[in-house]
């Protein structure tokens, strides 16, 4: 479903933020990315969307090529989900709005469709209720879940994750986290990028480990872990 073939990744002429890293989630795959702070995690799934171009190298998913001029970006980012750390929901919109946008702008869906859509996805995720507020008024557990189903609204393909849970309170952590089980359990091909290891173990297939922009172990989690 993603497949990342030798991609090296430079911010500016002189700093080289992905090194040839080549890996792969297959569909229904769930891969965690692990590693130190600045070894190129968040980059590296920014790469797969097209949120940040690469120098060189290929990432196709689903057959199409993500570093090809041709590529219609916004269908693409469509199709592939993004989470990240802090919710970037819309702060002027309110949250059933936040939800049919995107819907509405990229899918060409309309506004009854969204809306129809947007519910479901707000009761799936436990904020049927707050579907008239506006972000701020929720918490930052609520506002993340309403990032994951704003992004299921689109009905990606697969869905990126970016330290979904870092900025949160730990409390609200299992609520957000609790959301991505399921979605896994679903087969919903997920990569993410976290350092919650209860997570891994629980539902990744494979976990990737990143040090200064290098994939340097890519195992099967039970490797990985080192027990069976
Ligand atoms: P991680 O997600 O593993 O913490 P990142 O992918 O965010 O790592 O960053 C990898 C490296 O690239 C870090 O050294 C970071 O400072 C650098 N970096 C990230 N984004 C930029 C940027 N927009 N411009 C320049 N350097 C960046
Ligand atoms: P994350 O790892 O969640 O992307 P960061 O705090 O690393 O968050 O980065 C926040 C923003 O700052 C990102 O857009 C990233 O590209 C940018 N950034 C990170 N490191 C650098 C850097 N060394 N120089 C310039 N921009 C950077």
Redesign the pocket.
């Known amino acids: 479903m993603i497949e990342i073939s030798h991609v090296d990744k430079w911010?500016?002429p002189s700093?080289q933020?992905l090194k040839d890293c080549s890996t792969g989630v297959a569909r229904g795959e769930v891969v965690v990315v692990c590693?130190?702070?600045?070894?190129?995690?968040?980059?590296?799934i920014?790469c797969v969307n097209a949120l940040?171009p690469f120098q060189s190298g290929e990432i196709i998913v689903d057959g199409i090529k993500v570093n090809d001029p041709r590529t219609d970006l916004p269908k693409l980012r469509a199709r592939v989900g993004m989470v990240f750390q802090h919710f970037e929901l819309f702060p002027h919109l309110r949250i059933i709005d936040n939800l049919c946008l995107a819907q509405e702008k990229v899918l060409g869906r309309s506004h009854d469709e969204a809306v129809a859509k947007a519910s479901k996805l707000l009761d799936r995720v436990g904020l049927k209720e707050q579907a008239r507020k506006y972000p701020a008024e929720l918490s930052g557990g609520q506002q993340q879940r309403v990032a994951i189903a704003r992004a299921l609204a689109m009905d990606p393909i697969a869905m990126l994750f970016?330290?979904p849970t870092s900025a949160l309170d730990p409390e609200m952590i299992s609520e957000v986290l609790d959301v991505m089980v399921d979605l896994a359990r679903e087969g919903m091909t997920m990569m993410v990028?976290t350092h919650e290891m209860g997570f891994a173990s629980k539902v990744a297939h494979r976990v990737i480990f990143?040090d200064q922009?290098e994939i340097v172990e890519d195992a099967l989690k039970i490797d990985f872990f080192g027990s069976p």
């Open positions: 911010y500016g700093f933020a590693g130190p702070s600045g070894s190129g995690k968040s980059t590296l920014k940040e970016d330290e990028v990143m922009g």
